[in-house]
């Protein structure tokens, strides 16, 4: 059964405002800077899955450190109102709560692709027998090119090395199919990575049982959680999760480029792994003394090289601080609502041509509807983007929309598909 039909939705913009009116976390909409239309009104922005808005309070986080600078030079490292020398341990705690993680086990360091390539290195550790990589079909393109370079820096193929699951004809992935492969493969799998959410469908696989069945057959795995983050709910260190990795600028709003997150189990912190270190991975009370060799922190935090752009972190705490105020429970129900109503006012539209390719079953999407339009080309998207609604095409015919929960609004969705209505068809 859809949620939408639990959820007893009306098709009006006065339910619409009902629903905002009613809404615990309508606050947090005006802690967002909008785009703007040329008549000042707030653009109708569904585009989070890209590049998450700027909270208000990001100017104000930054500006402190570069006051602390102005102010203190080289001893903000410790004198500094957030001091920069453990600024990345202020992360750890509101960031782990948002991945199900301990706050050891995660860390804010690098950017995402670097961060993969860190992972690899780690726990791509291909033997004669067990040397493939097996990702999701689809993948990010970043992920697929990390994947395939890590292979071939072994020596391996990736025509012979690289397995691929397969998305159906309706574009999902059948989990049944995933069971197939590593049936098939099991001696031959060294890794398994997957991007969850995918970014193209917005389909959210079932991390538990893709996480147990690695297991079964002692195969490690990682996930790309850069759809995934602040946007479903991973459970990263109660499934035992191998590694993940994730950016902070789709649906964690921490501004362009900003820096990646990682997070490695503990069960994997004492272990005796390959890694590229740099400084910033070797115990804190001995870093300083420059000499002797690498004395790894018993954390995630090893796997840090050098010591991180503060600038940049503190526009990741702003955005973490609003997360942690806000309450990621709540913050996930309302998307869950937020979405099916979308899904209900697409429906109504009772097009033909027009078909959700992400699941229905809130349980197998996080916020995104990837909508297929079986007879229109990027006209239509370029039509919507006149009309004020920034969302993303992506060829032949799909535009992908997630409303986010932390400052769209009902009415936002709603204005979406009246929209959509009057270019599609009052044109
Ligand atoms: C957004 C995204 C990336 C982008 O990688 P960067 O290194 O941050 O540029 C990579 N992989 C996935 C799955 C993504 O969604």
Avoid at 52 to 62: C, F, H, K, M
Avoid at 84 to 93: D, G, I, K, N, V
Avoid at 160 to 180: A, G, V
Wanted: aromatic fraction near 12%; hydrophobic fraction near 35%; charged fraction near 25%.
């Amino acid at each position: 059964m859809s949620l939408s039909s639990k959820f007893e939705f009306q098709n009006s913009i006065n339910f619409a405002k009902d629903c905002d009116e009613k809404d615990e976390l309508k606050s947090y909409r005006d802690k967002f800077y909008f785009p703007k239309t040329n008549n000042g009104s707030k653009k109708v922005y569904l585009c989070g899955n890209s590049l998450g808005l700027q909270p208000s309070n990001t100017e104000t986080y930054v500006n402190q450190v570069l006051s602390d600078w102005k102010e203190f030079g080289v001893e903000g490292h410790t004198d500094a109102e957030w001091p920069w020398l453990p600024y990345h341990e202020f992360l750890a705690e509101p960031m782990a709560k948002i991945v199900g993680a301990k706050p050891s086990e995660v860390v804010v360091m690098n950017t995402l692709s670097a961060n993969l390539h860190f992972m690899m290195v780690s726990f791509f550790n291909p033997n004669s027998t067990k040397n493939k990589i097996l990702i999701e079909a689809d993948a990010f393109p970043s992920d697929l090119y990390a994947v395939e370079s890590q292979l071939k820096f072994h020596d391996l193929d990736p025509k012979e090395s690289l397995l691929f699951w397969q998305p159906r004809e309706d574009n999902r992935y059948d989990h049944k199919d995933f069971d197939q492969l590593i049936q098939k493969h099991k001696d031959e799998i060294a890794l398994v990575l997957i991007g969850n959410t995918n970014y193209y469908t917005g389909q959210c696989f079932d991390m538990k049982h893709i996480t147990k069945t690695c297991q079964d057959h002692g195969i490690t795995i990682g996930f790309d959680l850069a759809h995934g983050v602040g946007n479903i709910k991973p459970n990263l260190h109660e499934l035992g999760v191998d590694f993940a990795v994730w950016c902070t600028y789709k649906y964690l709003n921490s501004g362009p480029g900003s820096l990646g997150g990682c997070f490695v189990h503990e069960k994997h912190h004492r272990a005796d792994l390959k890694r590229f270190t740099g400084w910033w991975g070797h115990d804190k009370t001995t870093r300083f003394n420059m000499r002797q060799g690498f004395n790894p922190i018993p954390s995630v935090e090893a796997w840090q090289l050098s010591n991180p752009p503060i600038l940049s972190m503190a526009a990741v705490k702003a955005s973490l601080d609003i997360f942690d105020e806000a309450g990621f429970e709540n913050i996930h129900a309302k998307s869950k609502k937020l979405t099916s109503y979308l899904e209900y006012l697409l429906l109504e539209l009772k097009d033909e041509n027009l078909n959700i390719i992400t699941p229905s079953s809130p349980e197998e999407r996080g916020c995104q509807l990837s909508i297929q339009f079986l007879d229109a080309d990027k006209s239509l998207f370029e039509e919507l983007t006149k009309a004020g609604v920034i969302a993303d095409w992506r060829e032949p015919h799909v535009i992908r929309v997630a409303p986010a929960p932390l400052y769209n609004s009902f009415e936002d969705v709603y204005n979406f598909v009246q929209i959509l209505k009057r270019i599609r068809y009052e044109r």
